[in-house]
């Protein structure tokens, strides 16, 4: 069996919980059903993928196009039966006719009727989903030198049903990932500076490295939708959409005593950092600096107190 949907995936396997839902519905083994993705030669129209949207559009599309082949199978196997269309079950990929012992499976009738059964669904999306959930970090600074530390992230979203997991907290991890590149690296130019672009090349961006990043600690808090087949919400850009306001809450939350901070903007690099705490920026500026911690980090360096803040993604 192939199914071809409209939309592409880029990373997020579209394609699992589409294969699932047939396999359910058809009694086709899951292996056995290929998934074709942003084909223009087998559809006309096609939505590519952003705004988390593919997985909820092809839920629609996918449960029309199946219930269309039920349809189509059920009169087939009535005149096969001569029976009315009616008086013919379905269940777990077997026609039946109540009151008889005439049975026939769905990939049975598809290979005795080659190409009879082909459809195709089309639907539109009459609900949407609300995915949401919250984000919380603990970040240290170091007021020598500026520089944040992300000590520990946690993430726990409602994303509906989950149905891969691995998956899932990839995406949460990549977003995070990417929202802590704009928190702390990235620079939004001005119009004026954009007409000489420093970034020329994916080299030249300020990615965050590994050890800049820490694991996410992830928890699926999730309750299924009852407004598509899936039972799932978006969740692709969750992690991207999180991350930068829950570390600059952590910051300013940490730098609360620093009258500069309120100013500090994304990104939150360490020499506008050094810039908040530099000596003389203290509204008391009276007594020691923060004494020293040990821990994970050197103890010859200085910390100003961790910090935990949460951002409730709405």
């Known amino acids: 069996m192939t199914v071809t949907i409209g939309t592409q995936s880029s990373g997020q396997d579209h394609a699992c919980p589409v294969a699932l839902y047939v396999s359910d519905k058809l009694g086709f083994a899951a292996d056995a059903i290929v998934v074709r993705e942003g084909d223009s030669d087998a559809l006309p129209v096609g939505g590519g993928t952003g705004g988390s949207k593919s997985t909820l559009t092809s839920s629609v599309a996918i449960k029309r196009a199946v219930d269309i082949v039920i349809t189509k199978a059920r009169v087939v196997a009535a005149r096969t039966w001569n029976v009315h269309h009616e008086a013919v079950r379905f269940e777990r990929g077997v026609f039946s006719v109540a009151g008889s012992r005439q049975t026939v499976g769905f990939a049975e009738l598809v290979a005795q009727y ?14 949407g989903s609300s995915a949401n959930g919250c984000h919380a970090c603990e970040v240290e600074i170091d007021p020598d030198m500026g ?10 979203d409602d994303f509906g049903r989950v149905i891969n997991a691995a998956n899932v907290r990839g995406q949460v991890q990549g977003g995070v990932a990417i929202g802590l590149g704009q928190a702390l690296a990235e620079i939004a130019p001005t119009p004026e500076a954009m007409q000489r672009p420093l970034a020329t090349s ?30 799932a919400k978006a969740c692709g850009e969750s992690g991207a959409s999180a991350a930068p306001p829950t570390v600059m809450n952590a910051i300013a939350d940490a730098l609360r005593d620093y009258p500069r901070a309120r100013d500090l903007q994304m990104p939150a690099r360490p020499a506008d ?4 705490v530099a000596p003389g920026a203290h509204a008391a500026d009276r007594g020691p600096r923060p004494r020293r911690r040990s821990g994970a980090v050197s103890p010859a360096r200085r910390f ?10 709405r």
Do not use: C
């Open 114 to 127: 080659p190409g009879l059964l082909d459809s195709e669904g089309e639907a539109a999306l009459q609900f």
């Open 147 to 156: 520089a944040v530390e992300i000590v520990r992230y946690t993430a726990v």
């Open 202 to 231: 994916n080299f030249n961006h300020a990615l965050r490295r590994a050890a800049d990043i820490p694991t996410v600690d992830w928890v699926d808090n999730g309750m299924p939708l009852s407004t598509n087949v899936f039972g």
């Open 273 to 276: 950092v050094w810039a908040v």
């Open 304 to 313: 100003l107190p961790a910090s935990r803040k949460s951002f409730d993604q």
